[in-house]
Nanobody, 122 residues
Framework: QVQLVESGGGSAQPGDSLRLSCVASGLDFANYGMAWFRQAPDKEREFAAV????????RYLDAVQGRFTISRDNVKNTVYLQMNNLKPEDTAVYYC???????????????WGQGTQVTVSS
């Protein structure tokens, strides 16, 4: 069974850091591009960050560039999202997703996790 399971979400104050993790099972993880998307309340889901299968290429939403870092461990079948200097506008459900290419559009992603809530408020 193909599965992505996120963890690490929670509540934070502005300026805090959180690290999200996503563990994959049932797929050839090392051959997939991995991404994080997010959906804020009453907004459409948007791309946040993507990493290529080998970790050599990354891309970020402008709003998180310089604050978020995506990384992966192909031995542990895990992708991470380190989120620093969190802002209230980062509040969203964060989804991990897998695609057989390096892409920022969710139409290319056919495996999705269940999501993990991140809430940033003072």
């Amino acid at each position: 069974q193909v599965q992505l399971v996120e963890s690490g979400g929670g509540s934070a104050q502005p300026g805090d850091s959180l690290r999200l993790s996503c563990v994959a099972s049932g797929l050839d993880f090392a051959n997939y591009g991995m991404a994080w998307f997010r959906q804020a309340p009453d907004k459409e889901r948007e791309f946040a960050a993507v990493i290529s299968w080998n970790g050599y290429s990354t891309r970020y939403l402008d709003a998180v560039q310089g604050r978020f870092t995506i990384s992966r461990d192909n031995v542990k079948n895990t992708v991470y999202l380190q989120m620093n200097n969190l802002k209230p506008e980062d509040t969203a459900v964060y989804y991990c997703a897998a695609a057989r290419q390096f892409a920022t559009s969710e139409k290319y992603y056919d495996v999705w996790g269940q999501g993990t809530q991140v809430t940033v408020s003072s």
